[in-house]
């Protein structure tokens, strides 16, 4: 089944913008991008906003500076965007996945339809493997992650890179994991710490900057000690912007595989926290009379 999507290319030379429809998937859209850089956003309240936006135009500055050599504000790309979301948004209708593409001559941006997890919880691989430059959305990581995605097979949601070596985890191809143990000092949700891969060795994604948000602002202790403890784990999860908070409830590794509470009281508290915060962490683009 083809996949309906809108692509507008604006050329920085010229300052002129192309639209055209695709058959184009957004992995697609990104494979065919070329080099460069891209984040990945989702709109939330039917369509006119925009979730953590500021955040992804941070993160574009950043991955730009960094691939690219470029010195240009977050500012900038909200200025150039601004009107691309708002022409892009007004010819769509639902919720919108938005992968925007930052090469050296264009900027390209595709509006597909979002599609969230099929299910309320996941399973994830666990594989050996580590990310060069993490701290970059380069496009380059597209290519390589490709015949990663190809153990992503029904009931497996995602693949998690870890070091077998050194007993540590990192993050998803397209996800941050977190891990939940329990500490036994108190009971609720104080009684549980959040272990999370250092920032230095992680993309930090939009959602998995809100998560640690969210733990500060409750007093939840996080701990960047990625050590796979499997039997030690009250529960686990992933991060991205199509998936949100979504609960694992098996890992697998190798020919075995582990059962983790996908129901355990943070990773549900932290779930409801960031569904409840998608409008207030939300820019509106356009009102209801341009939708």
Excluded at 20 to 40: I, N
Excluded at 175 to 189: P, Y
Excluded at 252 to 276: F, I, T
Aim: proline letters at 3%; charged letters at 25%; glycine letters at 8%.
């Amino acid at each position: 089944m083809s996949t309906k999507s809108l692509i507008l290319d604006y050329d920085f030379a010229s300052g002129k913008t192309c639209e055209h429809d695709s058959d184009q998937s957004a992995k697609e859209f990104m494979l065919l991008g070329g080099s460069g850089v891209y984040t990945g956003m989702r709109t939330v309240n039917s369509g006119r906003r925009v979730f953590l936006f500021d955040d992804h135009l941070q993160r574009l500055s950043n991955s730009h500076h960094q691939v690219l050599g470029g010195t240009l504000e977050p500012q900038y790309w909200r200025t150039l965007l601004m009107p691309l979301l708002k022409h892009g948004l007004s010819s769509v209708r639902g919720e919108s996945k938005i992968t925007v593409l930052v090469g050296r001559e264009s900027l390209r941006v595709q509006f597909v339809a979002l599609h969230g997890p099929s299910s309320a919880s996941c399973w994830v691989r666990f594989v050996s493997g580590h990310r060069e430059d993490p701290e970059a959305k380069n496009l380059k990581w597209v290519h390589e992650r490709e015949a990663l995605e190809q153990l992503i097979v029904a009931p497996v949601n995602e693949v998690v890179l870890v070091s077998w070596s050194s007993r540590q985890f990192y993050e998803g191809l397209s996800s941050n994991f977190f891990a939940v143990r329990r500490t036994g000092k108190d009971e609720g949700l104080r009684g549980y710490e959040l272990v999370s891969a250092p920032l230095d060795s992680v993309l930090l994604g939009t959602i998995m900057k809100l998560v640690l948000d969210i733990c500060q602002r409750d007093g939840i202790a996080v701990v960047f000690e990625p050590a796979v403890e499997l039997e030690q784990w009250a529960g686990a999860f992933v991060t991205s912007t199509s998936r949100l908070v979504l609960p694992v409830e098996r890992i697998v590794y190798g020919e075995h595989e582990q059962h983790v509470d996908a129901d355990n009281p943070l990773v549900m508290h932290l779930k409801r926290s960031v569904e409840h915060l998608t409008t207030e962490k939300s820019e509106l683009i356009i009102d209801d009379q341009n939708h």
